[in-house]
């Protein structure tokens, strides 16, 4: 282990409207670097806002979250969105490819962001796709892909830049169990080779991978860190 | 800097930019170009869309170049090679003059040609047809000098300089000939004041070279052939011609007018005449006043344009949000949202451009019928106007224009939606739920903007005149809603904010002081705007209020309403600009419909007074025949002089025009010969005005200028002559000026006339009476016409401008029904899942149905009420500055009409969507899109 790469310190998140929400209620979690954690708990609990604001995506109210040495929660948010972009990868549930472009492109676009060159860029995302076992299925659309080959394609694109840390929310929520197996596999494949892996899931299948499961409920860490992962793998 | 230039110059700039940035960010120029081309049924609607406001401009644009190619090349036409004219108010003067100026050694070289002239207003009788046309310019030429100012060509093919005619022989152009019916060889009885001669018809002469000239009826003769008429009088016209031809010709004589005034200041007799360089006067005329005009056409388009700019914002914002999970993930993945705004930007430009390209056709085509069907009505008056072929324009420069206008006005639409639909909450667009609510941080630059809006804003109010301060307090209930986002629900604020801004407008309405005023029709312009808006805010943010009758219906109608409602409600800035832009097209459809028919009203009613006119401009001594007393209840008969020349009115100049100078002696003056319509306010009363017009001799009423205050400034033998139009005459049949003996004196060189008009008694048909006058009188060069010929003559040109203004917006509800039907096409694929969703808990497809052509219909009807209580009390404000005390008159079929095909319109473009929507299989829709 080389020390955390996330860091949260009393994380606060309301949703205000007509009635206020408290998602977050102080929560204090570290991430080491390489680590792979799941994040459970009961629907509502707060697990999708936990890694909305650990990963930059939204903003929160309340304490303080350092990713990589980066103190988000100092940062504008044009700067967390070239955070974002030179240092995070994201898996959706719902795959979330664009439908108008091919699957090397879909995997290319965080490297063009990055002003890498168009040539490099192609190179790349090929090569991810074919470590992946989608070399063939580069040029074809979204559409004409099968549920677990889109989501290897966004495992690819999450990946493809080498973020420093790669976060999945409920990545096999639409898959079936045979397929969810080819995308844990995966993510194991790519934790074992250094990769810091943060998810949220409910399938506790999924779970049972990680080195570390959070359960939350309630807005907070409920139970503690497990550590388990080492023995399964 | 010429504005055309600028615009198209940003729109070079503004695309440039865009390629560059499309070759900088290869990602995003790929992405907008496979969105554009990903459903191309779906892209074409959007560019169908799109395409409107480039339609109406160009449309516009081809009708000004049309209107400006047909008054300039009448303006040529009119003078063919006559440049220069020299004369004396009218006077004549020794044709010696014309000789020496054409023997002048510093002139010789320089000038084409010099004529000794006469031109003078006669009638002619045709004796073997028993037809007589009054108001025929009488035109003396000299054969021998003719050469350059072209040859006569013949309907029979031959030419002619005149040399060739026999000392009883004339020609007449082919507009005489078609008024008298006339044939070569037939007798002619040319009358001109007392005097009368019969001269025999040689030739007709085709409107072209010198057969144009004037471009009226009129009667071509050698000098000499003219004897009996005039006498030894000598001419009262010199005519010069320049060497080559148009613009070039006219540039010649304009450095040569200086040379030929100092010559003929050096003649003896010579000083008295004036020198004006009568065509290109003319020609710049009729530009200035066909680019006031273009003004009106492109104020008009821009109408159009905004409520297709409604459509832009409400297509951008059913694209931004269709694409908002799309847009979500490339925002988590590190696109920043100026690269979100470019990427839409980019699209946009693809559409922008395919629109405005394609929208040049359609508006080519539309541009050319308006020109076919309102030319000739638009430039007819009640009293001999030019005839001028129409000349059909579409130009290069106009289509660059209009593509680059249509282009970058979309293109901004588009822009400032992104902006808005960039903002987003990333995880809650991702998963395509609704954006949390809250209130959102103002950036820096948004509370710059606020700072500014308001500093300026108030000094609008504080130091501008009324449609500036209009514009501040607009300003300021901008920043007003601004202020207060967050802290009153949503809903409260656009209300608040949309009646604001009625009120506002409304108050800027009322407190008009002075219609015709500049700032007026600025204020009209901007109040209309902002009613419009305003009350379609108020009502889109109140739509759920109509869930209130909801309550009454039964259980299934009940339901199947609720969803189209809930959307609507949901949207206020969509439902409202669906709202505002019908409503801003049936504002002028309403005011169309009340201000032609209130304006026309009162002049009809003008018809009771007086019903037949009787015209003899050169007989002084004309009165009714005996045979047609029984059937005359009542007659005045004024002397009247044929006025033809400049007339500058209202920031208007024409150069040649018919203006019949009516003059009443003080015991017509004292009998308050004529009802008025509106005066001057100083005048308390009617008698006071004809009270005024005996004791000043510079006040005048009249049924054609209908400003009352307003000056009139035409152009006597001595100079200027300035009217000020004392009040207005309800009667058409006195077409022209009507003043004391002592006002028209200024113009006692023009031959003297009269001008009968007469009421036909009880029971006497006034066609057939004004047909026997007709008959009685034509020998004396005398014509009978009914008043309500005149009146349709000239209520023409006003319907002309009506139509006009119809078939305009006719495109804008085009907008308004094609938006509802693309809005509806996109609610297909927006709202899908919704739809599916639906039909899974057990809607029919009659109902899904039924609730998406409800929800166009809604939209519509409440855009058909906005408009129709903007355009009547706007229209009120109008009536009463213009025509105070007049009764309202309301079109209320064809305003019907508007609104009931407005609906079909709806129902057609919508049901076909909705179709799609309610055949829709539950469990395909359910699935995830893409």
């Known amino acids: ?233 | 800097m010429n504005l055309a230039l600028l615009v198209i110059g940003l729109f070079v700039l503004v695309y440039s930019g865009l390629l560059a940035l499309a070759i900088r960010r290869p990602l995003l120029a790929r992405l907008a170009l496979r969105e554009a081309v990903r459903r191309p049924g779906q892209s074409a609607i959007v560019v169908l869309g799109l395409m409107i406001g480039t339609m109406a401009i160009f449309a516009m644009q081809v009708l000004g170049d049309s209107f400006y190619d047909s008054q300039t090349r009448g303006a040529l036409l009119a003078w063919g090679h006559v440049d220069l004219v020299a004369a004396d108010g009218g006077r004549f003067f020794d044709p010696g003059l014309a000789t020496a100026l054409a023997a002048d050694p510093g002139l010789h070289s320089s000038l084409s040609g010099v004529q000794a002239g006469v031109e003078l207003t006669s009638s002619v009788v045709d004796l073997d047809r028993g037809n007589a046309k009054p108001l025929v310019i009488l035109v003396g030429f000299d054969p021998a000098a003719q050469g350059p100012f072209g040859t006569y060509r013949l309907t029979d093919g031959t030419t002619t300089l005149g040399q060739n005619l026999a000392d009883d022989e004339v020609l007449i152009s082919a507009s005489l000939a078609n008024a008298l019916d006339a044939r070569p060889g037939d007798r002619l009885r040319v009358l001109l004041g007392p005097k009368e001669a019969e001269l025999r018809l040689a030739g007709i002469a085709e409107a072209q070279g010198p057969g144009a000239y004037t471009l009226r009826p009129a009667l071509f003769s050698p000098l000499a052939n003219l004897r009996p008429l005039i006498g030894d009088q000598g001419i009262n016209v010199i005519r010069l011609a320049g060497h080559g031809e148009g613009r070039a010709e006219m540039d010649r004589a304009h450095d040569l007018a200086p040379q030929v005034r100092a010559a003929l200041q050096a003649l003896p007799g010579g000083v008295s005449l004036k020198v004006r360089e009568s065509k290109r006067e003319d020609f710049d005329a009729q530009v200035k006043q066909v680019a006031g005009n273009a003004s009106f056409y492109t104020a008009l388009s821009l109408f159009v344009a905004l409520a297709g700019a409604a459509l832009v914002v409400n297509l951008g914002l059913a694209l931004a949000e269709e694409r908002r999970p799309r847009h979500a993930v490339l925002r988590a993945l590190g696109l920043g949202r100026a690269g979100m705004v470019s990427l839409s930007v980019l699209e946009g430009a693809l559409y922008s451009v395919a629109a405005a390209v394609v929208a040049i056709v359609p508006g080519a085509l539309f541009g050319l019928a308006l020109v076919a069907l309102l030319y000739v009505r638009v430039h007819t008056g009640a009293v001999e106007s030019r005839a001028v072929p129409v000349q059909y324009a579409i130009t290069p420069g106009s289509m660059a224009i209009s593509i680059a206008v249509g282009a970058l006005i979309v293109l901004a639409t588009l822009f400032a939606t992104s902006v808005r639909s960039s903002r987003m909450q990333i995880s809650s667009a991702i998963k395509n739920l609704p954006e949390p609510p809250g209130r959102r941080k103002r950036s820096m630059w948004g509370t710059a903007f606020l700072a500014v809006l308001g500093l300026g804003s108030i000094a609008a109010l504080i130091a501008g005149s009324l449609p500036v301060r209009l514009a501040g307090g607009v300003g300021l209930v901008i920043l007003a809603a601004a202020m207060v986002g967050g802290r009153i629900s949503d809903r409260l604020r656009a209300t608040l904010t949309g009646a604001a801004l009625t009120v506002w407008a409304a108050a800027n309405l009322g407190a008009i002081e002075n219609i015709v005023s500049n700032d007026s029709g600025a204020v009209i312009l901007l109040g209309v705007v902002t009613a419009v808006f305003g009350l379609s805010l108020a009502v889109a943010s109140n739509l759920r209020l109509l869930e209130l009758p909801l309550g009454w219906l039964q259980g299934g109608s009940r339901a199947t309403l609720r969803p189209s409602l809930a959307y609507l409600t949901r949207r206020p800035l969509r439902a409202g600009l669906g709202t505002g832009a019908f409503a801003l097209i049936l504002v002028l459809m309403t005011m169309t419909s009340i201000l032609v028919p209130t304006f026309n009203g009162t002049f009809r009613s003008g018809l009771n007074e007086y019903d037949i006119r009787v015209d003899a401009p050169t007989n002084a001594g004309l009165s009714l025949p005996d045979s047609v007393r029984s059937q005359i209840a009542r007659s005045i008969a004024m002397q009247t002089r044929p006025y033809r020349g400049e007339v500058r009115q209202g920031g208007f100049t024409l150069k040649d025009e018919y203006v019949p100078l009516y003059s009443l002696s003080r015991t017509q003056l004292a009998t308050r010969p004529f009802e008025l319509t509106n005066r001057e306010s100083r005048f308390k009363s009617d008698a006071d005005v004809w009270q005024a017009l005996a004791d000043d001799p510079h006040l005048v009423v009249s049924p054609t200028y209908t400003i009352p205050g307003d000056t009139v400034t035409l152009v006597g033998p001595e100079g200027p002559v300035q009217f000020r139009v004392a009040a207005v005459v309800r009667n058409i049949g006195l077409w022209g000026i009507a003043g004391s003996e002592a006002a028209m004196a200024p113009f006692a060189t023009l031959p003297v006339g009269t001008t009968i008009l007469a009421k036909t008694a009880p029971g006497a048909d006034v066609a057939v009476t004004a047909r026997q006058i007709g008959r009685a009188v034509f020998s004396q060069g005398a014509e009978a016409r009914t008043i309500k010929e005149m009146f349709d003559t000239t209520s023409s040109a006003g319907q002309a401008f009506t139509d006009m203004i119809r078939l305009l917006m006719g495109i804008g509800l085009l907008v308004g029904v094609l938006s509802l039907g693309i809005l509806a096409l996109r609610a297909v694929i927006e709202r899908r899942r919704s739809i599916g969703m639906l039909r899974a808990l057990g809607y029919r497809p009659g109902q899904v149905l039924a609730g998406m052509v409800s929800e166009a219909l809604i939209t519509a009807t409440c855009g058909a009420l906005v408009g129709i209580g903007v355009g009547v009390p706007t229209s009120v404000v109008m009536i009463t500055g213009y025509l105070p005390g007049a009764s309202l008159e309301i079109d209320g079929t064809s305003l019907t009409l508007i609104v009931s095909l407005l609906y079909l319109a709806v129902l057609a473009v919508t049901i076909l969507p909705a179709l799609r929507a309610a055949n829709l299989p539950a469990v395909e829709a359910l699935r995830l899109e893409d």
């Not at chain 1, 209620?25 to 390489?34: A, F, L, N, P, S």
């Open chain 1, 1 to 233: 282990m080389d020390g955390a790469i996330v860091q949260a310190v009393r994380l606060r998140k309301v949703y205000r409207g007509a009635n206020e929400v408290e998602a977050l209620r102080g929560i204090d979690i570290e991430v080491e670097r390489g680590e792979m954690i799941a994040i459970v708990g009961p629907s509502g609990s707060g697990k999708t806002t936990l890694l909305n604001c650990l990963s930059g995506l939204d903003a929160f109210d309340g304490g303080k979250v350092v990713v990589d040495g980066q103190d988000l929660s100092a940062m504008s948010d044009r700067a967390r969105t070239a955070y974002r972009r030179d240092h995070m990868g994201f898996v959706f549930q719902a795959f979330n490819l664009l439908p108008v472009l091919s699957a090397v492109e879909n995997v290319e676009i965080p490297l063009l962001l990055q002003n890498v060159s168009s040539r490099d860029s192609r190179r790349r995302a090929l090569e991810m796709l074919e470590a992946l076992g989608l070399a063939h299925r580069a040029n074809h659309r979204p559409d004409q892909l099968s549920g677990g080959e889109q989501q290897r394609v966004a495992v690819a694109r999450a990946l493809v830049h080498k973020p420093a840390v790669v976060w999945a929310d409920e990545p096999t929520g639409n898959l079936d169990t045979e397929v969810t197996q080819v995308i844990v596999e995966l993510l194991v494949r790519m934790n074992k080779d250094g990769q810091t892996i943060v998810l949220v899931t409910h399938n506790p299948q999924v779970a049972e991978r990680a080195r570390r499961t959070l359960h939350m409920r309630d807005g907070r860490i409920e139970v503690a860190s497990t550590e388990r992962a080492r023995a399964v793998r």
